[in-house]
Nanobody, 121 residues
């Protein structure tokens, strides 16, 4: 089993900043892609940002220039720095990690439980 533990959400005023963290643990042989998704009330879950094991990043157009994704491979942890937050960034943010399990090198894709980010105007 692979577990993800997210932290760092909260309530912030527009223009403020937050930093989300997601730590993966369990029977992990290797991690490939780590990413953050978000889901606002009444909307579909959408990709916010992702980062590969080699450090290549991808961002949703709506967050480019404001959010930064990074990872610490030694700690199996991915971070999302959220700057210049807007009320429309309000959502539950979910961590997603994909890689190979230790056992038989089988692939896995795990989701965190989510952390609430609320931006007030």
């Amino acid at each position: 089993q692979v577990q993800l533990v997210e932290s760092g959400g909260g309530l912030v005023q527009a223009g403020g900043s937050l930093r989300l963290s997601c730590a993966a643990s369990g029977s992990i042989f290797s991690i490939n892609v780590m990413g953050w998704y978000r889901q606002a009330p009444g909307k579909q879950r959408e990709l916010v940002a992702s980062i590969t094991s080699g450090g290549s990043t991808n961002y949703a157009d709506s967050v480019k220039g404001r959010f930064t994704i990074s990872r610490d491979n030694a700690k199996n942890t991915v971070y999302l720095q959220l700057n210049s937050l807007k009320p429309e960034d309000t959502a539950v943010y979910y961590c997603n990690v994909g890689g190979l399990r230790t056992w038989a090198r089988t692939p896995f894709a795990s989701w965190g439980r989510g952390t609430q980010v609320t931006v007030s105007s």
